[in-house]
């Protein structure tokens, strides 16, 4: 059985890494701090000092890390970076949500070793990734996809082949760009609501019956009303995420979702940054 790397133990990647583990994968972990490593050294896997060891170590090296910049020191660092250990016939999988461009030149960097990459952001939040019930968006050849799919379904429930590298990253980007203009618009309608003499949830019952009714709406105006905003996908990262987009949306005209951006910072300007996506709610309480 191939050996798996994972780089990158935050909220989403250590149940990743768990998920991995529990499907017997021989499994090698790493973090920037130590301390999130411990519970899957515990568990059974073995840690690494640098991502560059764990290229030199895994078959496959997988990362989920927050942005950009962060995909580039694990991956590309001369010194510590994976890819300085990884040799040829290596397969690289970043699961982390990107920009296209990074991940059009990161696939280059990778094919110019002879190393295989496959773009997999993923669609869901927390309980998704404990119960491996993501949804993955895959960039890269064919070959590669079918080469890791079994390892993929180890962590998720459903993938689609979107393209070559960068297209993973743009429908994961207009993934994330639709979910928070829902969001948004749950937080003016609830508390439109609120302000009328209508029952709040009763009407949300109401609604929930008709065609306008998208499958989170029950997670996202539960939240919303019991005013429980403990962090699974935090504002901060929505708002990287719109930032991206904005970026892939260019000189277009983009209205609704630069609107909605400028909502994201107004709440990261009033110290919601850390809370969940859904505390856009408390700019109308």
Not at 67 to 80: G, I, K, Q
Not at 210 to 231: C, H, Q
Not at 259 to 279: C, F, L, P
Request: glycine share 8%.
């Amino acid at each position: 059985m191939p050996t798996i790397a994972f780089l990158g133990l935050g909220a989403m990647g250590s149940r990743i890494a768990k998920n991995l583990l529990d499907a017997d994968h021989d499994l090698i972990v790493w973090n920037r701090s130590d301390e999130k490593t411990k519970p899957l050294v515990e568990a059974g896997a073995r840690r690494v000092e640098t991502p560059r060891e764990a290229g030199e170590t895994a078959d496959i090296v997988m990362a989920m890390v927050a942005d950009d910049e962060a995909s580039r020191a694990v991956w590309l660092d001369p010194e510590t970076g994976a890819l300085a250990g990884m040799g040829a016939g290596k397969t690289a999988i970043e699961i982390s949500t990107l920009q296209p461009g990074w991940v059009e030149e990161l696939g280059k960097a990778m094919k110019a070793q002879g190393v295989d990459l496959l773009e997999a952001p993923v669609s869901g939040t927390l309980p998704q990734a404990e119960n491996a019930d993501l949804v993955f968006f895959l960039g890269g050849d064919r070959s590669v996809v079918e080469k890791a799919e079994p390892f993929l379904k180890s962590i998720g429930k459903a993938s689609t082949h979107v393209g070559q590298w960068g297209d993973g990253a743009r429908v994961k980007l207009a993934t994330n760009a639709m979910l928070g203009i829902h969001v948004a618009a749950w937080a003016e309608i609830l508390s439109m609501l609120d302000r009328s003499p209508t029952d709040t949830q009763t009407a949300v019952e109401a609604i929930s019956k008709t065609s306008v009714w998208a499958p989170n709406f029950g997670y996202l105006t539960k939240t919303m009303i019991d005013r429980n905003f403990e962090p699974k996908f935090p504002i901060d990262l929505i708002e990287k995420d719109f930032r991206y987009a904005m970026g892939v949306a260019g000189e277009a005209e983009a209205p609704l979702m630069r609107q909605v951006h400028e909502t994201i910072a107004r709440a990261i300007s009033k110290g919601y940054g850390k809370d969940n996506m859904t505390a856009l709610r408390k700019l109308y309480e």
